[in-house]
């Protein structure tokens, strides 16, 4: 929509307006530009703000060219603008990306460079979402394998710029979704309730905190006055494995609409997940197990008065998972029955003020519990054949967060240039509770002799709470249309190691030329970690007590204790030191290319340590002391290509080559029963080379045909080396998994029946059957030492989609 209205006059020609959504929501960070309809130089150019109010002041009226472009939302390409002598005002509504279904010609679509940012920043849409074909497309987490910087390992966890999961800041339509215990991103979403993903790394805002390896922004779906409602895999399949079988089925739906036109809106998005586990190694009739999960986000709109709104959102996530660990080396009486659920709800209320001013306010409470039954009381026995006995663990804990905010964003400021100011600030309390049991286990030799036996003893019953408090200050300065300077501080606290921490940011942006084709960019920050309330559960939690046994299966000696201490009288807050620099170029026919290096050195790490450099042995307790003496390091050059074609169709293509070590690879705790004395190596999702290319592109000579890959080459994970005591041999994570390589290529068809749209998508999942392990046998004594297992095999996949009513 536009709208041409009259102005004031103004000493100079002036074009002034507002940029705002389909639900008048306003966009800002929109590029607004003017070209005189002849000739095509770039006249002039300007940057919404926050309240999506832009001004550009000309020389001259007449006829121009007006170009609107903003990431996420389809652009308003080259319109032809009248303007008047007196000035000129301008209404414009920009759309949000989505799934496009009629076919179209395929011609390279213009992207903007982001030429006001300084850090790195990676994007994912919904689009690109929902059409690259990734296993177990319903999750998010899954997805996000997709971005270049984030590798996921064998368990399935998320790592961000080589960092571990507690590393990274995770951000949910503005709240912390980070799980309030271990920092780690938990929370499952279905891919269609999600606009938009973002990964900023580097030296990225002073708004974002409590992550030093990148914050992840993700952006939700909003209702609009269009009714949409569509489901994917809703039949359910089955499947031949060691006998016919409900196979994994995975149905999502979604709707969302208007609940009072040009008021008010609603999206719900829905998805079950059945997951049937087959192991092919254990005999029939224990070699199965299956489990439930439940995720669905109620978000809403609702917009008080035109410079008002208010947004709301509900998310439920439920999890059942009986004889969950079940595996070739985990037979059925070694796994756990496990419960979890996760509420979230959020409340946030935006006011926009004349001249671009904008205050918002909000709370979110996060609430999780975890329940986790053995199948029988008794211990877990470590043999170099596998497990036997039962889990160990018998464990319940709750966690809550509830967080306070208010942001503002004030009016532009002329001096020296344009300076757009934001400041805030946030309020967390966390809770955790546990009541854990653990009974003991038992490592044996070959010879089914002990060779080591741990029992617990006390009570593991505890709770522990604490307070963050986060203020910020930034200011994105625009010297000239070419040249942007971002400068933060930032200061955060919490009362468990009352530090007020200062972290600033300094980055630059800038654009060469008048083509607005390169953007080089650089910056240096300094970022803290959120503090993981876990750590400092240990001392109180239960103790360990080890005896040993000689060849003979004989006792050496009397138990050792092995105790954790939080000893000193106060401790550093760990901390990073991000450095990036790169540069970004349109090429010719539309292609995207980034070249890109991240450096990021982290400090005063937690783990905890043997003061006297010793692992338990007989008759000799052990004390382990929580220190500030972990240094991680990780840098990384990366490479991408993407050229995005006309509405959906797109390719990428990105190689990394990175390094993530530490001197603390493994963390010291009471429930993994391994003896580590040298703890410095890689870590553990560590990957040096990584290829990864994805494309969703048209099938020639057809019109509602489209092919779509994802491929993915790393270097295999580490893995440690242990013998029959638990104990590492040699250095940590000395050895690795084969390469991991990965092919899917799928063929999607799009059509109408039966008054409905319809798309149906069927392929391979790793089509050239390579074996992607993980899982090993790193027992030094066992007969099956360095056997490998698990991995997806090559597999059959399809996706059965109804899109909603076609267009009459």
């Known amino acids: 929509m536009l709208l041409l209205v009259p102005a004031n006059c103004w000493a100079a020609i002036a074009v002034s307006g507002r940029i705002t959504n389909e639900n008048n929501a306003p966009v800002g960070g929109a590029k607004v530009e003017l070209r005189r309809e002849t000739g095509g130089l770039v006249r002039a150019a300007a940057i919404t703000d926050p309240a999506g109010e832009f001004q550009i002041e000309l020389a001259e009226p007449g006829a121009y060219l007006l170009t609107v472009e903003r990431k996420d939302y389809f652009p308003i390409p080259a319109r032809p603008v009248e303007v008047a002598a007196e000035g000129t005002e301008l209404h414009l509504t920009l759309n949000p990306v989505r799934e496009v279904f009629q076919a179209v010609e395929v011609t390279a679509e213009p992207q903007p460079l982001e030429t006001d940012q300084a850090a790195s920043v990676e994007r994912v849409t919904n689009t690109q979402l929902l059409e690259v074909p990734y296993p177990s497309t319903n999750n998010l987490k899954n997805a996000l394998r997709i971005l270049p910087s984030a590798v996921q390992d064998n368990a399935g966890r998320l790592h961000l710029n080589g960092g571990s999961e507690g590393q990274a800041h995770y951000v949910l339509d503005g709240f912390n979704i980070a799980?309030?215990?271990?920092?780690?991103?938990?929370?499952?979403?279905?891919v269609e309730a999600v606009q938009s993903v973002e990964l900023l790394s580097g030296a990225y805002p002073a708004e974002y905190g409590k992550g030093s390896a990148g914050t992840l922004v993700i952006n939700t779906v909003t209702g609009d006055d269009k009714l949409r409602y569509n489901a994917t895999n809703f039949i359910p399949g089955f499947e031949n494995h060691k006998g016919w079988t409900l196979g994994n089925w995975e149905p999502r739906f979604n709707v969302s609409g208007p609940i009072r036109r040009g008021k008010a809106w609603f999206s719900d998005s829905t998805y079950l997940q059945y997951v049937n586990t087959v192991i092919?190694?254990?005999?029939?009739?224990?070699?199965?197990?299956?489990?439930?999960?439940?995720?669905?986000?109620?978000?809403?709109?609702?917009?008080?008065?035109?410079?008002?709104?208010?947004?709301?959102?509900?998310?439920?996530?439920?999890?059942?998972?009986?004889?969950?660990?079940?595996?070739?080396?985990?037979?059925?009486?070694t796994t756990a029955d496990r419960r979890a659920r996760q509420w979230f709800a959020s409340v946030k209320d935006q006011i926009y003020f004349n001249g671009g001013a904008l205050l918002e306010a909000g709370y979110a409470s996060n609430r999780t519990f975890s329940r986790e039954n053995p199948q029988g009381v008794g211990i877990s026995e470590f043999t170099p054949y596998g497990q036997r006995g039962f889990s160990f663990v018998n464990a319940r804990q709750t966690s809550s967060r509830d967080q306070f905010l208010a942001n503002a964003f004030l009016p532009l400021l002329q001096l020296a240039g344009e300076h757009r100011l934001k400041a805030g600030f946030d309020i967390d309390l966390l809770n955790y509770w546990q009541n854990i049991n653990r009974t003991g286990f038992e490592h044996f030799r070959a010879n089914d002799t002990p060779a080591r036996s741990v029992r617990f003893l006390g009570n593991g019953r505890l709770s522990r709470s604490m307070v963050e408090t986060g203020i910020y200050a930034q200011d994105s300065w625009r010297v000239r249309p070419s040249v942007t300077i971002e400068a933060g501080l930032r200061t955060d606290r919490d009362d468990l190691l009352k530090n007020w921490n200062l972290s600033p940011r300094l980055g630059v942006a800038w654009a060469p030329g008048r083509s607005a084709n390169t953007k080089l960019f650089g910056g240096y920050a300094v970022v803290y970690d959120a503090t993981n309330l876990q750590l400092f559960t240990r001392p109180f939690d239960q103790t360990p007590a080890t005896t040993y046994y000689n060849a003979e299966g004989l006792e050496q000696g009397s138990p050792s204790l092995l105790f954790y201490r939080v000893a000193l009288p106060h401790y550093a807050t760990p901390r990073a030191t991000n450095i990036n620099a790169g540069i970004e170029q349109r090429l010719p026919g539309g292609i995207f290319s980034r070249l890109n290096y991240l450096h990021r050195r982290g400090r005063r790490g937690f783990t905890y340590f043997n003061g006297a450099d010793l692992a338990p042995e007989p008759d000799v307790n052990a004390v382990y002391d929580l220190g500030n003496h972990r240094v991680d390091r990780y840098h990384a050059f990366e490479l991408t290509l993407r050229?995005?074609?006309?509405?959906?169709?797109?390719?990428?293509?990105?190689?990394?080559?990175?390094?993530?070590?530490?001197?603390?690879?493994?963390?010291?705790?009471?429930?993994?029963?391994?003896?580590?004395?040298?703890?410095?190596?890689p870590l553990d999702w560590d990957a040096p080379h990584r290829v990864m290319g994805w494309f969703y592109l048209p099938v020639p000579r057809t019109k509602s045909w489209a092919v779509a890959s994802l491929f993915e080459y790393h270097s295999g994970f580490p893995f440690s080396i242990q013998d029959e005591y638990g104990r590492i041999q040699g250095a940590v994570n000395s050895m690795r998994f084969p390469v991991f390589a990965e092919l899917n290529l799928h063929l999607e068809k799009k059509f109408r029946a039966m008054g409905y749209k319809w798309a149906w998508r069927f392929g391979f999942n790793n089509i050239t059957n390579h074996r992607n392990y993980n899982v090993v046998n790193n027992n030094l004594q066992a007969p099956g030492f360095l056997r490998y297992y698990g991995g997806q095999s090559r597999a059959f996949n399809m996706r059965f989609r109804w899109l909603g009513r076609a267009a009459r």
Do not use: C
């Open 179 to 190: 799980d309030p215990l271990t920092a780690r991103f938990e929370t499952r979403l279905s």
């Open 280 to 333: 092919d190694e254990l005999p029939k009739g224990q070699d199965r197990t299956s489990s439930w999960r439940l995720s669905n986000l109620l978000h809403g709109q609702v917009n008080l008065a035109p410079s008002n709104i208010l947004f709301a959102s509900l998310l439920v996530n439920l999890w059942v998972a009986p004889n969950n660990g079940l595996g070739a080396l985990t037979p059925l009486p």
């Open 643 to 681: 050229q995005p074609l006309r509405q959906q169709y797109e390719w990428m293509l990105s190689y990394r080559k990175s390094r993530a070590t530490s001197n603390a690879v493994m963390d010291i705790s009471l429930d993994d029963p391994l003896i580590v004395t040298d703890n410095a190596g």
